[in-house]
């Protein structure tokens, strides 16, 4: 058999793939998997106008938006559970840098599912009465062609690309996860599925003799992967959930620093364009800090 | 321990256990910051496992919207984040990693939620989206998150909410749950399916709505508290404070033991 094509590239390989004004989604949801390395190389990249199309987004999309990445966001909710309002996504819409079209959570979920089934929209009635629709005018209503009631119908998320942090993978682009899995997961996975443009980082790359003994392991299969890039605690601050927990000290203080236009700025100065590589990156963390976050296989 | 006074959340958790009923399924989201987390998280998990432990044994409590029925004596954590490995260690009798669930709010399956909000209006309008103009805020908040469906789906809303006199206003700067709109009348004209919301519960005191007039009105006050002081930290304008206000009755003994010995034995839920 020819030789099978590898997908497997740097973080800059991958990030490259992302144009000015692309319209992405970022993997995770609220502190958990995130690709944050891979969003840390968008930032070095200087990459313009993006619209981020979410559901619930934390740390990511806040980074993005206060180093100038963004032009719009689609979204359920930005901001950082116990630590608070998203201090650069506040800003922004205060200051009106930044556009926003807003859904219920569930209905941002559906958004994606609703790209997975190949259908271009589906219909609620969840927002009805809120100002959601006033504000953004892809919420509109129909009528139900077999009862005649109103109902709201709301458009796919239909990403061109996306972009997710997943446990492990093998060269080709077959992405491996844990048994068990929580919500956050099963969403991107869900994510996966909503575009053919689709980037993975991963904490390990595993030898391919991996998948091919636990193939019920395997949830996203190699012809979904456009490219593949190992990036061990490539979802720091956030979670890689079976992995390591968010952690929680970082983010508190990724929290306080960001509310300063200034000292965010250091912090980018910092932890962004200061580092060449996401292994001084993660130098500049620690070891100590993230070994203490290892939760190896939790949840088997 | 037993016979000991009442903490302010020991008596939030009661009026919340004393408005669920046996069979019935309840939703609890997570909050953002810590006091939110402590009055619209860790109050109604005490409240909801009090039911359980004295008249609601067949009800649900769904946490997170995929935990149900942990072993609330057991809490691992202090319930900051909706996942994560402190709440994958918590015993529960189902849970649900994927996005097909045992429940559906659309259907009705729902019957209380919980939910809190930068601002509650005389109408028991929500708001987590802005403070001001939409399109120029003033604040701009979280979002909507599930708020709506909470508001249009579910059986009832409980509105769990810190007792400071901006949250409460004439009118929401956003509407992102759906009270009785702008009287009565207007959810049944919308169509929504849902009750709504039928209790503002905080620190403070507890309101209910007229049930002619839709209106937020003055229920009790906690106990230690007087009704000057809950209208102080109350930003409404309307007539909500009836001439007889009665005092939130106190846990009972047998509650208050439940509370403290077998619901949330460490202290890891309501600070002592």
Redesign the interface.
């Known amino acids: 058999m020819p030789e099978l094509k590898e997908k497997i590239c740097s973080l800059k390989e991958a990030a490259g793939l992302i144009k000015d004004g692309s319209r992405i989604t970022l993997g995770g949801m609220a502190v958990h998997n995130h690709p944050m390395a891979f969003v840390y190389e968008l930032i070095r990249k200087g990459v313009k106008d993006l619209t981020i199309v979410g559901h619930v987004s934390a740390g990511d999309v806040d980074i993005l938006i206060g180093a100038g990445c963004v032009r719009r966001v689609e979204m359920s909710y930005v901001g950082l559970e116990e630590f608070g309002p998203a201090p650069n996504f506040r800003r922004a819409v205060e200051t009106g840098e930044i556009e926003i079209a807003e859904y219920s959570e569930p209905m941002a979920f559906e958004r994606f599912q609703c790209s997975a089934r190949g259908q271009p929209f589906f219909t609620t009635l969840e927002m009805l009465g809120t100002d959601l629709p006033k504000h953004n005018p892809d919420i509109k209503e129909v009528v139900d062609p077999f009862s005649g009631a109103i109902y709201q119908a709301i458009p796919a998320a239909d990403p061109e690309w996306a972009i997710i942090h997943a446990p492990m993978g093998d060269r080709y682009g077959n992405i491996l996860y844990f048994q068990n899995r929580q919500l956050p997961t099963d969403l991107d996975l869900v994510t996966s599925r909503a575009t053919r443009n689709l980037i993975v980082t991963v904490e390990q790359i595993v030898p391919r003799e991996r998948v091919l003994r636990f193939p019920h392991l395997n949830l996203i299969p190699r012809f979904r992967t456009t490219a593949i890039v190992e990036v061990p605690y490539g979802a720091h601050p956030s979670s890689c959930l079976q992995v390591y927990d968010h952690d929680r000290e970082h983010l508190k203080y990724y929290s306080q620093v960001a509310r300063n236009p200034d000292e965010f700025k250091r912090y980018l100065d910092s932890y962004v364009y200061g580092v060449k590589s996401h292994m001084e990156y993660l130098n500049l963390i620690g070891a100590e800090s993230l070994v203490k976050l290892r939760q190896i296989g939790g949840y088997l | 321990m037993t016979g000991s006074k009442p903490s302010i959340y020991e008596v939030m958790a009661a009026a919340i256990s004393r408005e669920l009923r046996d069979s019935e399924n309840w939703f609890l989201g997570?909050s953002?910051?810590?006091q939110t987390?402590l009055l619209l998280t860790r109050v109604p998990i005490v409240g909801m496992s009090l039911a359980q432990h004295t008249h609601a044994p067949n009800s649900f409590m769904i946490v997170a919207?995929?935990l149900m029925n942990p072993e609330v004596g057991e809490v691992p954590t202090h319930m900051?984040?909706?996942?994560?490995?402190?709440l994958?260690?918590w015993r529960c009798e189902a849970l649900?990693?994927?996005?097909v669930l045992p429940y559906s709010?659309?259907r009705g399956e729902i019957d209380v939620g919980f939910g809190s909000a930068a601002q509650v209006d005389k109408y028991g309008n929500c708001n987590t989206?802005?403070i001001g103009d939409?399109?120029?805020?003033?604040?701009?908040?979280?979002?909507?998150?599930?708020?709506?469906?909470h508001f249009?789906?579910f059986g009832r809303e409980v509105i769990v909410i810190e007792h400071e006199r901006r949250n409460f206003v004439d009118r929401v700067d956003?509407?992102?749950?759906?009270g009785y709109?702008d009287g009565p009348g207007?959810?049944e004209r919308?169509?929504?399916?849902g009750g709504g919301p039928f209790m503002i519960l905080t620190d403070k005191a507890v309101f209910d709505f007229n049930p002619q007039t839709k209106l937020a009105r003055l229920k009790s006050v906690h106990p230690g508290i007087t009704v000057d002081e809950v209208v102080a930290g109350t930003g409404y304008t309307h007539d909500y404070v009836p001439r007889e206000v009665p005092e939130t009755p106190s846990p009972s003994d047998e509650e208050i033991r439940l509370i403290r010995e077998v619901i949330d034995p460490k202290g890891a839920l309501l600070p002592r």
């Open positions: 997570m953002t910051g810590p987390i919207g995929w900051e984040s909706e996942f994560g490995t402190a994958q260690d649900s990693n994927s996005l709010a659309a989206v802005c939409y399109h120029k805020p003033k604040v701009r908040l979280v979002g909507p998150i599930n708020q709506p469906g249009s789906l956003f509407i992102s749950g759906v709109l207007a959810r919308l169509g929504l399916p």
